[in-house]
């Protein structure tokens, strides 16, 4: 059984989700839904910005956010981590283009991830397993895209890069990038179903 | 525009690609259109799949306290505002009336001590420019001051100077009038010529105004007896070691 194949069966490794109590100002549900999310948006604003001062900004953001308008989940619509994610993806682009730290976003990323170690990870053990589970199936998901779809991909969604900039970047035509990336995005969907 | 197009820019909205005007047309589209709806929360969701398969990174202790006080801070005020008399929130604006009242009087009173601090520094200065006047003004009006004056040479037949010599103090002003004017690669230069030294001593470079004055104060003057007589020339600007031409434009002994 693979891994995705084994989230699909496991009820175990669907977390209870904790929007709803912090909807209802329980602030120690809201300090696990930190430590069971934070780990993961740090490490996509550090991807999207490229400097840890910056990240923890953000992350901050998010969180705050997440403290205010958990009323406005709708767990129809997706899941809790999901919901968190484009709040953070959303913050730290807008935080990338206003600040443009595009420049210097790799040699300080190098640089300050390494300093993250000895920072203490909260994340409970159940909540570290299931998620290192998750991680090993999304990785086989994404792996079984096509080079040049996930690049395109990758430049919109980790890059803040438009259409027509993903286009310039890798010197192909406009239609070339939009149809890879719908392919792209159309064989994530396909793939969800299993994290569902 | 039909649903499958719509589903195309719901693929592109969900990594954020999709143009301002279709990410619109697809959100005016999507409040009524069930499929189309469901389609882009499984784009959106699909895309955070990027964000998971990262590896995760604890973020420092400290944004954990600072979100978590953030949180208990935030609850605490709602308490407050929730059971909040009538009175106290007139209090609250009284007292932020008083607060904001109180502010523009600190501003009003920093801007008129930083005015004053302005005028203080002028005053000073001009203080320091007086004194400096009032202190040339008493080497010219003591009593034991000698006058030299200068005449002018071949050079500038109309030109003269003035020295007003205080050997008390061992000082000297020095009032020039009618001297040609300086080219910018040239200055003026006053030489002492002394009976103890064979070659003359470098009192002072200047230049003059448009109507060929110009003033300069002299300070460790050699001794009056010393004193044979003073000479200017024109020298390189900023002036030399020793004379380089043997025209003097003022010249005068002492008596």
């Known amino acids: ?196 | 525009m039909n649903h499958e197009e719509f589903e195309t820019i719901a693929a592109l909205d969900a990594v954020g690609a999709a143009t301002a005007g279709e990410t619109r047309s697809l959100a005016a589209h999507a409040e009524s259109c069930d499929a189309c709806r469901r389609a882009r929360d499984e784009y959106a969701e699909a895309a955070t799949l990027l964000a998971r398969e990262l590896d995760p990174v604890p973020p420092p202790a400290e944004v954990r306290e600072r979100i978590a006080g953030i949180a208990e801070s935030s609850n605490v005020i709602e308490a407050e505002h929730r059971f909040n008399p009538w009175w106290l929130a007139i209090a609250a604006t009284l007292f932020l009336a008083l607060w904001g009242w109180r502010e523009i009087g600190i501003r009003v009173a920093r801007e008129r001590i930083a005015t004053q601090q302005a005028e203080i520094r002028g005053l000073s200065e001009e203080k320091n420019r007086l004194a400096a006047q009032n202190e040339k003004l008493a080497s010219i009006a003591s009593a034991e001051t000698r006058t030299i004056a200068l005449a002018g040479q071949e050079m500038s037949p109309s030109a003269s100077a003035r020295v007003f010599l205080d050997p008390t103090r061992r000082r000297a002003i020095v009032f020039f009038y009618n001297m040609p004017s300086n080219p910018t690669d040239k200055s003026y230069q006053l030489w002492i010529i002394r009976g103890d030294q064979p070659k003359p001593q470098s009192a002072g470079v200047f230049d003059v105004t448009a109507s060929g004055s110009a003033t300069i104060s002299i300070d460790n003057l050699p001794v009056m007896t010393e004193i044979r007589a003073l000479a200017v020339t024109m020298e390189p600007r900023g002036g030399a070691d020793q004379p380089t031409e043997k025209k003097f434009y003022v010249m005068g002994g002492m008596s």
């Not at chain 1, 991830?113 to 909540?127: K, P």
Request: aromatic letters at 6%; hydrophobic letters at 40%.
């Open chain 1, 1 to 196: 059984m693979n891994a995705a194949a084994m989230l699909r069966t496991d009820p175990s490794v669907t977390p209870t989700s904790l929007l709803p109590a912090v909807a209802g100002g329980d602030v120690n549900a809201f300090e696990d839904l930190y430590d069971r999310y934070s780990s993961t948006l740090y490490a996509l604003l550090i991807r999207i910005l490229g400097n840890c001062e910056d990240a923890q900004e953000v992350l901050q953001e998010t969180f705050v956010k997440a403290w205010t308008s958990a009323k406005m989940f709708d767990a129809v619509r997706g899941s809790e981590v999901a919901w968190l994610i484009s709040i953070a993806r959303s913050r730290g682009i807008d935080r990338l283009r206003s600040r443009r730290v595009r420049s210097d976003r790799e040699d300080e990323a190098g640089r300050e991830i390494s300093f993250v170690s000895g920072f203490v990870d909260r994340t409970s053990g159940a909540d570290q397993a299931i998620q290192s589970e998750q991680r090993v199936a999304v990785r086989g998901a994404l792996a079984e895209l096509p080079d040049a779809q996930r690049q395109a991909l990758e430049l919109a969604y980790f890059e803040g890069l438009s259409q027509s900039e993903i286009a310039e970047r890798l010197h192909e035509p406009l239609g070339t990038v939009k149809t890879r990336m719908q392919l792209g995005m159309k064989k994530l969907r396909d793939r969800l179903q299993a994290f569902r």
